[in-house]
């Protein structure tokens, strides 16, 4: 079965990369330690067995996601300032508060830090919106109208306007 292509910012892209090639490194080591930790005897009872063969596991685990992740994710990089596209920075207003936003991939999404993924609700809604556009999101309790102040490539400060 075919995964489905997702994009990711450059950013992004590279971290989940980094991850990857600190976590191909780190694995021979969890190997080794396995393998000093099965020498040790009774398999049953040896915690540092039980320990070791969980971190390997933990560790090739997490190197099949990141593989499978980075193998479909095509990096998109925002080209222009006329309409919201992935890898963009969104001034925004709402009820008389502006902030920025910054449309990210599925994985690198953190909400707390502004980075909203394209895949959300406020993502879908803020793709190919120019400035000036009001959008209008509908959550679970309410709906919530933000209005396009600024499209940006960088971050604000930044960039040069």
Do not use: W
């Not at 915690?47 to 685990?61: G, I, P, Q, W």
């Not at 990096?75 to 009820?95: C, F, H, M, N, W």
């Not at 000036?132 to 930044?158: A, F, H, M, N, W």
């Amino acid at each position: 079965m075919n995964s489905p292509k997702t994009y990711m910012t450059r950013d992004g892209y590279d971290k989940m990369q980094h991850e990857y090639d600190e976590l191909e490194l780190t694995r021979p080591e969890c190997i080794q330690k396995l393998t000093q930790a099965a020498d040790m005897g009774d398999r049953s009872e040896n915690a540092a067995y039980t320990y070791a063969k969980r971190k390997l596991r933990s560790v090739e685990s997490r190197l099949r996601f990141l593989k499978k992740v980075l193998h479909h994710t095509t990096v998109a990089v925002p080209t222009q300032r006329e309409y919201v596209e992935i890898g963009s920075y969104v001034k925004v207003r709402l009820d008389e508060k502006e902030f920025t936003l910054h449309i990210v991939g599925l994985h690198e999404a953190d909400p707390m830090n502004k980075k909203i993924s394209y895949q959300s609700p406020v993502g879908k809604a803020l793709l190919h919106k120019h400035v000036g556009d009001t959008v209008p999101i509908q959550l679970e309790d309410r709906e919530i109208v933000y209005e396009v102040r600024g499209i940006y490539l960088k971050p604000e400060s930044s960039e040069s306007q």
